[in-house]
């Protein structure tokens, strides 16, 4: 004679080895994505209260093979300074000049035009960002 085998109610008796393992699957993966959500709203929070210098490039203007002007809007705290990194590249995408340039001006909002002297003639110009110190 075959033993039959009877099934037990599903649920009925606790949850199985599987369903645990998913709720842990499940918790794991909500920490995780609450942790990740905080850490992307830290930067961002600090990428933008904490940038204390910002610039925009206006224009730039390629006056002959070896000099480009570069035109600049700066924005800051009053009182701070900071350097802005600018840089010219020539058709091929060859980098030709790239200059530190100094912002000591006490005003909060600054307009001035910026001189790179290129090894090559320059194609275009680019602000690669400004920093407080």
Not at 43 to 64: L, Q, R, T
Not at 86 to 112: C, F, M, N, W, Y
Not at 117 to 124: F, G, K, W
Request: glycine share 10%; proline share 2%.
């Amino acid at each position: 004679m075959s033993a039959v085998r009877e099934q037990l109610p599903e649920g009925r008796y606790g949850r199985s080895a599987d369903e645990a393992a998913d709720r842990k699957l499940r918790i794991t993966g909500a920490v995780l994505g609450v942790l990740f959500l905080g850490l992307l709203g830290w930067f961002g929070w600090h990428y933008v209260v904490d940038n204390k210098i910002s610039a925009e490039m206006i224009k730039f203007d390629v006056v002959s093979a070896t000099e480009v002007q570069v035109h600049l809007e700066i924005r800051k705290d009053e009182g701070v300074q900071g350097v802005c990194t600018l840089r010219s590249r020539s058709e091929d995408g060859v980098e030709v000049a790239r200059k530190d340039v100094r912002i000591d001006d006490p005003g909060t909002r600054i307009d001035r035009v910026f001189t790179l002297r290129t090894t090559a003639h320059a194609t275009s110009a680019e602000l690669m960002g400004c920093t407080a110190r």
